[in-house]
């Protein structure tokens, strides 16, 4: 989500300016609202000093605040006046301070259905405007090799800022984080076959190990390592064929029963295919069923 906003914010008018983002979820309260809106010096026990907050910090650019279902309801009212008058309350302060941010935000949770339950203002939800449905990963593989290239480039330079102070202790290693590897076509594959339940962070741990790891200008199969074990392997084509004609047919029969003229207007085959391939699923139906039998059986004994 972070990704989309910055490119909304690079393609902006905006670009010049800052981009920030924060993460809701991350600290308590009181430490959010001053990170946030900023507070003077005096106005809490242990602000010794004035701090300056993120909206401030953003000047006219781009604030991106992830996991706005995160945000407490005591401060939704705060954020509230700031996106219709665009100003603001730091701790502790006499006066408003204006903004010209840009305001973006994101979420993991249905906030209609957290307006009923009342964990989230509906006149909030309704000012935050117009929403982009970011698909999961697993919905759009046709990304993952950019994703991926952009995520191995950023990993590798980070790497190399890390360990570049201990270059007399690491050796030549340092000079394969230099330029970034590239991702062989078995390992893109692995990534393409997963089904990626932590999203893009989770991609983006995984390919941080792989770049550690690799000690080459390839990232190979073996490098790519899921961190629960679910790798997903890709069936052979008959074998997925076979498995989507017997819940197919499962759905037909459910449906259409012994009427074989329904059956047939549905699947727009014809009677002789249609009476094939029922005939086919039932004795598989069938095969298996005695088949649990047998094993319930054997379990008895």
């Known amino acids: 989500k ?10 902006s008018g905006r670009r010049p ?35 300056t907050g993120i909206i401030e910090q953003a000047m006219d650019g781009t604030l991106f605040l ?5 945000l407490p309801r005591a401060l939704q009212p705060k954020l509230l006046r700031v996106l219709e008058e665009r100003v603001y309350w730091p701790v502790g302060a006499a006066s408003p301070v204006s903004t010209l941010a840009r305001f973006l935000f994101s979420t993991n949770q249905q906030l209609s259905k957290m307006t009923e339950y009342g964990q989230f203002r509906e006149d909030v939800l309704y000012r935050l405007g117009r ?12 990304d993952i090799p950019c994703l991926a290239k952009r995520l191995i480039s950023e ?45 893009i962070r989770e991609m983006k741990v995984v390919l941080e190990r792989a770049v550690l790891v690799c000690r080459s200008r390839t990232i190979l199969p073996e ?8 790798e997903i392997p890709i069936e052979k084509f008959d074998v997925a064929m076979e498995r989507f004609s ?26 002789t295919s249609y009476r094939r391939k029922i005939r086919k699923y039932k004795k598989n139906k069938s095969r298996n069923r005695n ?10 004994n």
């Open 17 to 51: 300016s800052p981009f920030l983002a924060i993460n809701i979820a991350e600290g308590s309260d009181n430490l959010f609202e001053s990170n946030l809106f900023g507070h003077k010096k005096g106005a809490f026990t242990g602000a010794d000093h004035a701090r």
């Open 223 to 230: 490098h790519i390592e899921f961190p629960y074990g679910t």
């Open 291 to 300: 088949k649990k039998f047998e094993l319930d059986e054997g379990d008895g």
């Open 131 to 142: 929403t982009i449905r970011l698909p999961l990963l697993r919905e759009r593989q046709e």
């Open 155 to 199: 990993s590798s330079r980070k790497i190399s800022e890390a360990v570049s102070r201990r270059q007399g202790e690491i050796g030549g290693w340092i000079s394969s984080f230099k330029t970034p590897p590239v991702l062989s076509e078995g390992a893109l594959l692995k990534l393409r076959s997963y089904p990626w339940p932590g999203n």
């Open 66 to 70: 992830d996991e706005i279902n995160s």
């Open 2 to 11: 972070e990704i989309v906003a910055r490119a909304l914010h690079d393609l």
């Open 246 to 271: 017997e819940d197919y047919f499962s759905r037909v029969c459910d449906l259409a029963g012994e009427n074989f003229r329904l059956g047939m207007l549905m699947t727009g085959m014809s009677e």
